[in-house]
Nanobody, 116 residues
Framework: QVHLVESGGGLVQPGGSLRLSCSLS??????VFWVWHRQTPGKQREWI?????????TYADSVTGPFTISRDNAGTTVYLQMNSLTQEETPVYYC??????????WGRGTQVNVSA
């Protein structure tokens, strides 16, 4: 069974920073894409960015600069460093992984509360 678990969410003041983690375990290997998403209440789900097996990382225009995606040496955990969190909202951040073109696994998300 495949398990994807996001962690690191919580309360942060406007302008602050958080580092989220997405850990993978189970019968899966050779991930092609690691992807970060977020969904804010009342808004559509948004693609944040992704890193590939080849090591290429891309970001949405809205987060380029403040956000950074990285991966651990073992290839089982991906991180999302979020700086300059200015919008006072409560989005849920999700990660997903794709081992091939047909299959995508999702975590259950971790909520971030940006509030003064």
């Amino acid at each position: 069974q495949v398990h994807l678990v996001e962690s690191g969410g919580g309360l942060v003041q406007p302008g602050g920073s958080l580092r989220l983690s997405c850990s993978l375990s189970g019968d899966i290997s050779d991930i092609v894409f690691w992807v970060w998403h977020r969904q804010t209440p009342g808004k559509q789900r948004e693609w944040i960015g992704a890193t590939t097996r080849a090591g290429t990382t891309t970001y949405a225009d809205s987060v380029t600069g403040p956000f950074t995606i990285s991966r651990d040496n073992a290839g089982t955990t991906v991180y999302l460093q979020m700086n300059s969190l200015t919008q006072e909202e409560t989005p849920v951040y999700y990660c997903s992984v794709k081992p091939n073109l047909e299959i995508e696994y999702w975590g259950r998300g971790t909520q971030v509360n940006v509030s003064a």
